[in-house]
């Protein structure tokens, strides 16, 4: 290739990347949909190679269009910030996160200073919620929820893959199948699903199961079980910050893949030419495993 590719049609595939849809993506970055369709082509022409799989009603990104999608979401941050650090932002910029409190606990705080640290100019405002559709109405930059991806009102993309691990207090050894069957579990509200979809992974009848606990939270599951009130299923990155962080509680089982994951979202119909949004999405890309 002998130069370097558009930059126009570089913003237009990261934002339909992004987006997984060209309209939408159109939408964002004012323009038509027949003028990014166009941008995407070129820059597949000059690639020589397609980036997306376009089937009716159906986006996806090809293996190489994954890869680049992230190398050109990074480099795009990088010119923003650097444009922000030799000339600094016409005003002060804040970034508002919204996200499950159990996920802002025991995987996302405790690793913003980290951001912060690259970003010194970006102050951080962090909105937990228990539900996502019991969250408030106050604007926000970036929301992360869990779930399948499947929500009716906004655009989402996927940051990680996800595996639940069955929790005791501190030096339990593993617990059996029959352990699992007999001893007192800890049930979560509103993801019973994760941990019946453990039993049934390993024909363990969920009726024989005794829940002396049901509470809302991952955090108030993982203290029930630390002071010996029982087991639970959680994610396994949750266990394994609780543990990091002195939390009483060990993993006494094997990890089962799951298909929830976190997930990125915006409402369809909001504008994310947000230069502290795109940084911060392009650096929970990279810390998401």
């Known amino acids: 290739m002998s130069k370097s590719p558009n930059l126009v049609w570089l913003r237009s595939f990261e934002s339909a990347a992004r987006h997984m849809?060209?309209?939408?993506?159109?939408?964002?970055?004012?323009?038509?949909?027949?003028?990014?369709?166009?941008?995407?082509?070129?820059?597949?022409?000059?690639?020589?190679?397609?980036?997306?799989?376009?089937?009716?009603?159906?986006?996806?990104?090809?293996?190489?269009?994954?890869?680049?999608?992230?190398?050109?979401?990074?480099?795009?941050?990088?010119?923003?910030?650097?444009?922000?650090?030799?000339?600094?932002?016409?005003?002060?910029?804040?970034?508002?996160?919204?996200?499950?409190i159990s996920s802002a606990t025991l995987w996302l705080a405790r690793r913003l200073p980290d951001f912060t640290q690259s970003h010194p100019g970006i102050s951080i405002r962090l909105a937990s919620n228990i539900w996502a559709d019991s969250a408030g109405r106050e604007n926000v930059d970036v929301e992360i929820r869990f779930g399948r991806g499947d929500w009716p009102d906004v655009t989402s993309h996927r940051l990680t893959h996800e595996r639940i691990v069955p929790i005791a207090a501190a030096g339990t050894p593993p617990l059996s199948h029959d352990d699992l069957q007999t001893r007192p579990a800890v049930q979560i509200l509103g993801l019973q699903d994760l941990w019946q979809r453990y039993l049934?992974?390993?024909?363990?009848?969920?009726?024989?199961?005794?829940s002396q606990f049901a509470v809302d939270t991952t955090i108030a599951a993982v203290?029930?079980?630390?002071?010996?009130?029982?087991?639970?299923v959680i994610l396994e990155r949750f266990a394994e910050t609780a543990i990091a962080i002195g939390r009483d509680i060990a993993i006494v089982g094997q990890p089962l893949p799951i298909e929830q994951a976190h997930y990125v979202t915006r409402p369809s119909a909001t504008s994310t030419n947000n230069t502290a949004a795109q940084l911060f999405t392009s650096w929970l890309e990279q810390i998401a495993k």
């Open 200 to 210: 049934a992974a390993f024909d363990i009848p969920q009726d024989a199961t005794q």
């Open 21 to 100: 849809n060209f309209t939408a993506a159109a939408a964002e970055l004012g323009i038509t949909q027949t003028a990014l369709s166009l941008h995407v082509r070129s820059l597949e022409a000059q690639l020589g190679c397609p980036l997306f799989t376009r089937a009716a009603r159906n986006l996806t990104l090809t293996e190489v269009g994954q890869a680049y999608a992230f190398s050109v979401r990074r480099a795009l941050g990088d010119i923003a910030l650097s444009t922000t650090s030799l000339f600094g932002a016409s005003e002060a910029q804040h970034l508002t996160i919204r996200i499950p």
């Open 223 to 232: 203290d029930i079980v630390a002071a010996g009130g029982g087991y639970a």
